[in-house]
């Protein structure tokens, strides 16, 4: 493809990305396909001659396009959102434009230093503290995942002095990390990755509000001590995956400092409302903290990927991470940040690049602005789930995610269970909405959570006229 042909389908597709964005609510969240159904339209084997751009991009907006979620929809109320904004994609153009790698100082120079500024820039709209106050210095991760897995090989090896890294962890006592019930299954997989073994990771119960229990979390640490257990690393929670749960700060840390436990903050989702002063509620104890990570990449209008680890102590990261073969070796070595070291693949994205692009482009206020509208929407809707005495709430609402059931009709719990999850389903085949059914308690509820960045109030409005008309069909007895 010559520059001019690049040029020609560049603006036709920018023409289209607009179109697809201003008209995406026309498509259905979800699309009804089959396993495999997408996969019989592709060739079996790759074209030997070169194809025209046209046949490329019909292709996809045939085949692939009806056989994608449409995650930019505003009626996606699923999983957590992957939001992004148009601010977001333009950087991403650019991102893809220049490729490079930004795996050290050297390989871009400026690269590395936006994205130590704009982690700083968020840190700050986040109250977090700062490196002058022993506070926090921020690498972007592609995922939490990453974070929580650099977290757990850090309190590893501080429990050991770094002795697992060089002579493995049979030449350690055995290890144990602790994180509540609640706790996204990233935890569980880092745990097994870092070789500790599934069965070192201690899922604490938690309290009536689905927040960890301090008690059981300090017996269990107390009865590994007793056991001759090293107590290494605690995840805890910060609008948890499930229900949105927070975690006791203060307690857990000053557990934590008690016994020289590392402490990590996993506020993937919850965390871009840190942005929102009235939400530093959540934070209280973060003093005790020794790393944090949020993602942008969910609920702040910044492509996925992008996720910001902050960690107090980045000597202790790069100590368990770094590598140094005479290849990348450079003039400015150990004078500037080279964050290779800071994370597990060697290779990055610009990645600072989209989240630079976005918080210069709404402002701090305007991103506040975006998430104080997707929680009164979910005030809203909680309230009314609340006045219907056909739905119940599963678990009090966290800032814009809530669960109910359907409860009418005077039935058995299984039957309830039943009636919820066949809602559930009934919704998400229509395309017209997407809810994620799910198990609180025991009991089978709808999760739902709103954060798209296009969603208004009366997507919500209409969502909830659905829900309460397709159950009254479905269950009209
Ligand atoms: C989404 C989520 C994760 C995993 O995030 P990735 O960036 O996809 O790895 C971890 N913890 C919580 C609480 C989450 O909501």
Not at 139 to 150: G, Y
Not at 185 to 192: A, F, L, Y
Not at 229 to 244: D, E, F, L, Y
Not at 417 to 432: F, I, P, Q, V
Request: hydrophobic fraction near 45%.
């Amino acid at each position: 493809m010559d520059f001019d042909e690049f040029r020609r389908h560049g603006h036709a597709f920018v023409d289209w990305m607009a179109d697809y964005l201003e008209t995406v609510e026309d498509r259905p969240v979800r699309p009804q396909v089959e396993p495999g159904e997408i996969a019989r339209q592709l060739p079996s084997s790759p074209p030997d001659s070169p194809e025209a751009m046209a046949d490329i991009f019909a292709d996809f907006e045939n085949i692939l396009l009806p056989g994608m979620v449409n995650w930019q929809h505003p009626s996606f109320f699923a999983f957590f959102t992957a939001n992004s904004s148009p601010p977001s994609v333009l950087a991403e153009m650019l991102t893809a434009t220049l490729g490079a790698q930004c795996m050290m100082w050297e390989t871009s120079p400026a690269a590395t230093e936006l994205e130590t500024r704009v982690l700083d820039w968020l840190r700050q709209m986040c109250g977090l503290p700062g490196p002058d106050e022993g506070g926090f210095h921020g690498v972007i991760q592609d995922t939490a995942s990453s974070a929580i897995l650099c977290a757990i090989l850090t309190a590893r090896e501080r429990a050991t002095d770094w002795a697992a890294n060089v002579k493995g962890l049979k030449s350690t006592p055995p290890l144990a990390v602790y994180t509540s019930i609640e706790t996204h299954s990233s935890t569980e997989k880092s745990v097994k990755i870092a070789g500790l073994g599934a069965d070192a990771l201690r899922k604490i119960a938690t309290t009536d509000d689905f927040g960890m229990d301090p008690k059981a979390l300090r017996a269990a640490v107390e009865a590994d001590i007793a056991a001759g257990i090293i107590p290494a690393c605690v995840i805890a929670s910060i609008g948890a995956t499930g229900v949105g749960a927070v975690d006791p700060l203060e307690p857990i840390g000053q557990l934590c400092r008690e016994h020289g436990i590392f402490l990590h903050i996993d506020s993937a989702w919850a965390g871009s409302a840190f942005i929102l002063p009235e939400k530093h509620w959540m934070l209280e104890g973060i003093d005790y903290a020794d790393s944090l990570v949020l993602n942008p990449h969910k609920w702040l209008f910044t492509n996925f990927d992008c996720s910001a680890h902050y960690v107090r102590d980045p000597d202790a990261l790069i100590r368990t991470l770094t590598i140094l073969p005479d290849y990348l070796k450079h003039a400015n070595q150990g004078d500037v940040i080279d964050y290779r070291d800071w994370g597990i693949a060697l290779g990055r994205r610009f990645r600072a690049l989209k989240l630079w692009f976005v918080i210069r482009s709404y402002g701090v206020s305007g991103l506040q602005s975006m998430l104080r509208a997707h929680i009164a929407h979910t005030v809203w809707l909680a309230q009314e789930i609340e006045d219907d005495k056909g739905f119940t709430l599963a678990a009090p609402r966290r800032l814009s995610l809530i669960a109910f059931r359907y409860v009418a009709g005077n039935v058995e719990p299984e039957e309830e269970d039943r009636r919820t999850d066949l809602l559930a389903k009934t919704l998400n085949d229509s395309g017209r909405l997407y809810v994620t059914p799910t198990t609180v308690k025991g009991r089978r509820a709808i999760r739902f959570n709103i954060g798209q960045t296009y969603t208004e109030r009366h997507h919500v409005e209409a969502a909830w006229k659905d829900i309460k008309e397709t159950a009254a069909a479905l269950f009209a007895d």
